[in-house]
Structure formats: C-alpha cells, structure tokens
C-alpha cells in the first residue's frame, strides 16, 4: 500500500525557513517522480515544484523559483521542500504526492502539513 | 503560466449528466494530450480521476469521462450520485510543470 506521510509543517515568521519532509512507502521511490502541491484555506490546488526519480532534474512554480528547494534522498526513501524567504501567500496546506508515470499527475498524495505565515 | 478557466459551480439531480470545462491556451491545454482531472471531497485530499484527457485509474468508475476539444477539455459524469458533490479540478501538465484550474464545486440537487 502506498503512504506518503508529510511533517515539518508550522508557524513561522515572514522571511524565516521551514523544511518540510515526506516520508514515502510501499514502492519503489526512486522510480517516480515526486511533486509538493499546496492548497491555500479555502483555494485551489497550486503546483509548486517537482523532482524526478533520480533526483537530477527539479522544476519549480515561477512562484516559489529561488526562494524554495525541492530534493530526495532515494536511500531513505524520503521528499523534503526547503522553504525559504517565506511569505504570507505561502500559507497553505502543502501535500506531497506522486507521479504517475513519467508526467506530472498525480495518483496519490499525502495528507498534507500546514504552514502558517502571519501577514 | 495563468491558471486554467474552470466555472465556480455546476450542479445537476440524481442520475443526470453534467460537464465541466477547462479553459487554456495552446501552451497548455491545447498543446499537449495531458490533462487530469481530481475529485476533492471537503477536508480530504484530491483523487485523480482522469488522465491524459480521456484515462481513468483503476478503481475509477466509468461514469467519469473526460475529453478535449482544442483548448478545451471537459470532464463529464454521467448518472450523477449524492457522493459526485466535490471540488474538482482540472490540471495540464507535462514533465516539468503543472497548472491547475481553479476549481468548480459540483453541487447534487
């Protein structure tokens, strides 16, 4: 059975720092491409960056570019999103969740970690 | 990249069809066949539905379809039950990015 199990998630002050982590079980994590998506409270889903299986290729929402950094470690089998220079749009709820193949959509996601930035 | 046009709302009665549209450009949604659409009940975590315009996962019921029309892409759910009341939101993605639509909230009558 596939879990993907979030933490890391919390209050912190505008310009501060937070790493999230996603720790992943019941497949073989290096084979998939993995994305961290955040839902504000009552919005939409917002894509903020990708990483491939290996971990060589990262992509990142316009957004987050240069502030955040998405990375593995395929021997732990874990996601993290180092998020820095945060900022009240950046509240959300952040969800971990995995590829489907190549392509980024996405055929399970975690239950999420809350990170509050007060405006 | 602008985020997908989806309406706020659709609702429809039990056992009626309903469709909802996502709007893009020929970057996205009109470029590529890969468009997914998830199903978010309140406080739960989003379900892919469909995939690549017109696949379901498995476990996914049939009466979910998708399909796409130039920069269009429709999501249609055809005899519609009580547990269809959700969010749903469309996605056009490729390897490297994914915008999503805002959403439409299916309403069952």
């Known amino acids: 059975e596939v879990q993907l199990l979030e933490s890391g998630g919390g209050l912190v002050q505008p310009g501060g720092s937070l790493r999230l982590s996603c720790a992943a079980s019941g497949f073989i994590f290096s084979n998939y491409a993995m994305s961290w998506v955040r839902q504000a409270p009552g919005k939409g889903l917002d894509w903020v960056s990708g990483i491939s299986g290996n971990g060589d290729s990262t992509y990142y929402a316009d957004s987050v570019k240069g502030r955040f950094t998405i990375s593995r470690d395929n021997s732990k089998n874990i996601l993290y999103l180092q998020m820095d220079s945060l900022r009240a749009e950046d509240t959300a709820v952040y969800y971990c969740?995995?590829?489907?193949?190549?392509?980024?959509?996405?055929?399970?996601w975690g239950q999420g970690t809350l990170v509050t930035v007060p405006s | 990249q602008s985020a997908l046009t989806q309406p706020a709302s659709v609702s429809g009665s039990p056992g009626q069809s309903i469709t909802i549209s996502c709007t893009g450009t020929s970057s996205d949604v009109g470029g590529y066949n890969y468009v997914s659409w998830y199903q978010q009940h309140p406080g739960k975590v989003p379900k892919l539905m469909i995939y690549?315009?017109?696949n379901r996962p498995s476990g996914v019921s049939n009466r979910f379809s998708g399909s796409k029309s130039g920069n269009t892409a429709s999501l249609t759910i055809s005899g519609l039950q009580a547990e269809d009341e959700a969010d749903y939101y469309c996605s056009s993605y490729t390897y490297s990015t994914v915008v999503f639509g805002g959403g439409t909230k299916l309403t069952v009558l």
């Open positions: 690549d315009v017109n």
């Open positions: 969740a995995k590829s489907l193949g190549l392509n980024l959509r996405f055929n399970y």
